[in-house]
Structures are given as structure tokens and as C-alpha cells.
């Protein structure tokens, strides 16, 4: 496992919900904004929610009142809440923590899969 590491993806029925958990305790920066990217087959990565430290929230447009986001700073740690989920959240979901010197790790990733 590397210094980032993605937990909690599987498998949904449409309507339903997962949790995913990210992990950073390998990372020795300061973290400054944590964020979930998805990329599904063929796709290109895309954003999905990000948080700073102090606690600024963006969501895409496409998950915005049913993806929740949060982070504990002290623990190194992020959740995403997905609720509502559709087929097309069906795509590979990777952690992202950026520091202030311009850090940038990534986790490996976790599939998270919508059936119809």
C-alpha cells in the first residue's frame, strides 16, 4: 500500500449508496486540499469534490446533492458519501492530496460500480 489508500468501493443497484474512505497517513506534507477524481472507462479523470483544510467544499455539478464530502485534518483522512448513485458513477475513484508546496499525491484507487 502506498502512501494513499482508497477504501470502501463495490458494487450498487441504482438508488443506492456507498461510502468511500481515503487514508493518507503516509503523507508527511502538510495537506492542504484533499479531493475524490473518478475516471471511468474511456474517460478522461474528472473531478468530483474537493476540501481544503478549512473546510471549503466544491462539488461537480454532476454529484451536487447527493455526493457528500468530509475530512478529518488531524487523522489524515477523507469520506465521500455517495447517495442516490446512477450507472453513470460507474468509474474507478481516486484520492487526491495536494500540499502547500505544491505536493501532489495520488492514491490507486477504488472501483465503484452502478448497476441498472
Known amino acids: 500500500q502506498g502512501p494513499v489508500v482508497e477504501t470502501g468501493g463495490g458494487l450498487a443497484q441504482t438508488g443506492g449508496s456507498l461510502r468511500l474512505s481515503c487514508v493518507a497517513s503516509?503523507?508527511?506534507?502538510?495537506?492542504?486540499?484533499m479531493g475524490w477524481y473518478r475516471q471511468a472507462p474511456g474517460k478522461q479523470r474528472e473531478l468530483v469534490a474537493t476540501?481544503?483544510?478549512?473546510?471549503?467544499?466544491y462539488y461537480a455539478d454532476s454529484v451536487k446533492g447527493r455526493f457528500t464530502v468530509s475530512r478529518d485534518n488531524a487523522k489524515k483522512t477523507m469520506s465521500l458519501q455517495m447517495n442516490s448513485l446512477k450507472p453513470e458513477d460507474t468509474a474507478v475513484y481516486y484520492c487526491?492530496?495536494?500540499?502547500?508546496?505544491?505536493?501532489?499525491?495520488w492514491g490507486q484507487g477504488t472501483q465503484v460500480t452502478v448497476s441498472s
Open positions: 503516509g503523507i508527511m506534507f502538510n495537506i492542504n486540499v
Open positions: 476540501i481544503t483544510s478549512s473546510g471549503r467544499i
Open positions: 487526491r492530496t495536494e500540499g502547500d508546496m505544491g505536493e501532489d499525491w
